[in-house]
T-cell receptor
Framework: EAGVTQFPSHSVIEKGQTVTLRCDPISGHDNLYWYRRVMGKEIKFLLHFVKESKQDESGMPNNRFLAERTGGTYSTLKVQPAELEDSGVYFC?????????????FGPGTRLTVL | RKEVEQDPGPFNVPEGATVAFNCTYSNSASQSFFWYRQDCRKEPKLLMSVYSSGNEDGRFTAQLNRASQYISLLIRDSKLSDSATYLCVVNSGGYQKVTFGTGTKLQVIP
């Protein structure tokens, strides 16, 4: 079974540009999460989709970030315009159920560098 | 105070040693607890969930102390392959919103 995949693996852009990250969850997983780890800090929750609906977006840093999950399959996270502090590793995760004990499976992450 | 706190380490231990990590959490309403392992430049992977009664998986033992609000991870007979960062993860409510600790780095040396 394929795991969570993310694209691209690395992205280097200049301040002010736009970048779109993609996440393909494990097939059949209704729950999809975005997380971010900036240098030297802990991994932080950004938002959670249940199918195509945003269940919780309390971790989104500001309105320069837009996440979508049309059709309830893959998700995109767009940063527009990117700022220097957006640099970090963006992880996507998916899980099957909503029980607290349901395992979240993480993708390999997208390493974003904003110059 | 951070929601989830861990000693960042590094913990440098010889092969075969026993090592223990603690993690404290601030939200007394927290319900679920996990240890994840993250190798350098890789994604976090679930190592084990932590149950109230404590649980063991091979060389790994996890404990939960609700009264003192901490969880622990014990690794016995350390292997070189155990070298990684161990992330403490706490779910503080429904819908699986989790909070990560900064991680504890373990280096097992020959």
């Amino acid at each position: 079974e394929a795991g969570v995949t993310q694209f691209p693996s690395h992205s280097v852009i200049e301040k002010g540009q736009t970048v779109t990250l993609r996440c393909d969850p494990i097939s059949g997983h209704d729950n999809l999460y975005w997380y971010r780890r900036v240098m030297g800090k802990e991994i932080k929750f950004l938002l959670h989709f249940v199918k195509e609906s945003k269940q919780d977006e309390s971790g989104m840093p500001n309105n320069r970030f837009l996440a979508e999950r049309t059709g309830g399959t893959y998700s995109t996270l767009k940063v527009q315009p990117a700022e220097l502090e957006d640099s970090g590793v963006y992880f996507c995760a998916s899980s099957q159920g909503l029980a607290d004990t349901d395992t979240q499976y993480f993708g390999p992450g997208t390493r974003l560098t904003v110059l | 105070r951070k929601e989830v706190e861990q000693d960042p380490g590094p913990f440098n231990v010889p092969e075969g040693a026993t090592v223990a990590f603690n993690c404290t959490y601030s939200n007394s309403a927290s319900q679920s607890f996990f240890w994840y392992r993250q190798d350098c430049r890789k994604e976090p992977k679930l190592l084990m969930s932590v149950y109230s009664s404590g649980n063991e998986d091979g060389r790994f033992t996890a404990q939960l102390n609700r009264a003192s609000q901490y969880i622990s991870l014990l690794i016995r007979d350390s292997k070189l392959s155990d070298s990684a960062t161990y992330l403490c993860v706490v779910n503080s409510g429904g819908y699986q919103k989790v909070t990560f600790g900064t991680g504890t780095k373990l280096q097992v040396i020959p």
